[in-house]
């Protein structure tokens, strides 16, 4: 049962401050609740209905997107019902669209503002951008209905291992102090040392928590520091522990889920899309279909067929301050035609699989998932952490920090394995460190490539142009 603390939080300490932030945040989420339960046909009717709403705000306010939306014949301002077919008719827009024609996208005098902010760049790609308060409303609302699903209400304690510089870098005390106010703890996942870990324990012993949210690396480091010390963390309030900002592996799950004693649930989305997706209670990762149009394309820029894999492009129906219209996320999906299991007429995503720049590329032109390359680094003995970077399909480097079982055998199992995954003739160079720490976003990327999948396969091949196939592992 709810504390009084927490009710309060709930219906006034928690809705007043989105009211004093112009944020329409708790009437979307009445909105959400409602319809989430139409069928998908009528998802899709409310899709098409914001997406129109979508393009005429762009065709007045976004000279950009109005001479693309002119030249591909739509008239958002007719009569005629949109279709996903119609939209297609657009070009897909890309990072760098963005970042150079930014002039001609926001919309500055949008009511409420338009709010500029600079992505961590994980991608290799940082983009500057601008959201409105209907995206800000967008994403809290979708968030809240999402923990909703887990049996976590708003006003429930929740802690948050974030490392993200927009929020820690925010007025230290007055934050702190809202963040209490509001039931929630900040613990620094860009300083995840020994002694820090330690006392991060304690806090969410003595918080009790219903949540614990955060990179699911920072999430998998903590409970591996939780299991070398012999703790297992049993909170009678805990419901969930939620991961975001990159791919939550099979091991990292199991790891966090041993340790705090709960499910762990994936969170999918980006600074510049938003919040975009989130696993239920059935294991299904359900789109936030009333905020967003998913699309998921193969190279060739064709849908894929249910069961396959290919780059998420997203059209935000909240993002009218800056348009994003047919975006390229650059995050690969697999593609499901799947209906929930739970009775909601959100659409469910197959699998998030990471970024392009989570996969290699094979000598022999075959894309690989990162994991290839993880398990082989997870199953040599004296390695505590890693990142391995491919700088070209011959080149690659991994920073190694040893433990006391590292031995020559382990340096020779490290570059026969990754040769035997990624070809005989890769130049595979080791570096030992004593840290890796992570990216400038606060994330960890175990695997990094700086070859373009189709670039890679071209310069491999050098020939016919291949077909691009993910391996399975």
């Not at 007719?78 to 070009?91: F, G, I, M, Q, V």
Request: charged share 20%; proline share 5%.
């Amino acid at each position: 049962m709810a504390s009084l603390y927490n009710r309060l939080v709930a219906h006034t300490l928690f809705p007043l401050h989105e009211r004093l932030m112009q944020r329409p945040t708790f009437g979307y989420l009445n909105e959400l609740e409602k319809s989430q339960w139409l069928s998908r046909t009528g998802v899709e009717q409310l899709q098409m209905h914001k997406l129109k709403l979508l393009l005429q705000s762009a065709e007045q306010h976004s000279p950009w997107h109005a001479e693309r939306i002119h030249a591909a014949g739509l008239e958002p301002r007719s009569d005629t019902t949109l279709t996903l077919e119609a939209l297609r008719r657009l070009p897909t827009m890309t990072k760098q669209d963005a970042t150079r024609n930014i002039e001609q996208l926001v919309w500055r005098d949008i009511p409420g503002g338009a709010f500029k902010y600079n992505t961590g760049g994980s991608s290799g790609q940082p983009l500057i951008f601008h959201y409105g308060r209907l995206r800000q409303a967008s994403d809290a609302a979708g968030r809240i209905r999402a923990r909703r699903w887990w049996g976590v209400e708003v006003g429930d304690r929740e802690i948050y291992l974030w490392g993200a510089p927009v929020e820690l870098n925010k007025t230290g005390h007055i934050k702190a102090l809202r963040d209490r106010l509001l039931n929630q703890l900040v613990l620094n996942a860009f300083d995840m040392s020994v002694a820090n870990m330690d006392a991060y324990i304690e806090a969410i012993r003595g918080f009790q928590p219903k949540c614990i949210y955060g990179y699911a690396s920072s999430l998998a480091l903590l409970a591996a520091h939780a299991k070398e010390r012999g703790i297992k963390l049993r909170l009678p309030s805990l419901k969930v522990v939620c991961t975001t900002g990159e791919p939550l592996y099979p091991h990292q799950r199991k790891l966090i889920e041993d340790i705090f004693g709960v499910p762990a649930a994936n969170e999918f989305g980006s600074r510049d899309i938003g919040f975009t997706a989130h696993e239920t209670p059935n294991g299904q990762m359900l789109l936030m279909s009333e905020s967003i149009i998913l699309e998921v394309l193969d190279a060739q820029g064709n849908p894929v067929a249910p069961g396959e894999s290919g780059e998420a492009v997203m059209t935000g129906l909240c993002s009218h301050a800056q348009p994003f219209i047919r975006y390229r996320t650059g995050d690969v999906v697999r593609y499901a035609n799947d209906t929930c299991k739970a009775g909601r007429g959100l659409h469910v995503i197959g699998e998030v699989m990471g970024r392009t720049t989570d996969f290699v590329v094979r000598s022999d032109g075959t894309i690989m998932h990162a994991l290839a390359v993880i398990y082989v680094l997870r199953a040599t003995e004296g390695i505590d952490e890693f990142k391995f970077i491919q700088h070209t399909i011959q080149d690659v480097e991994i920073f190694v920090v040893r433990n006391p079982d590292w031995t020559e055998q382990s340096r020779d199992k490290t570059v026969s394995g990754i040769q035997a995954r990624l070809g005989n003739n890769v130049r595979v160079e080791l570096r030992f460190v004593d840290s890796i720490p992570p990216e400038v976003s606060g994330k960890y990327r175990y695997v990094v490539s700086h070859v373009p999948l189709q670039s890679g396969l071209d310069s491999a091949l050098q020939e016919s142009p291949p077909t691009i196939q993910l391996e399975k592992i």
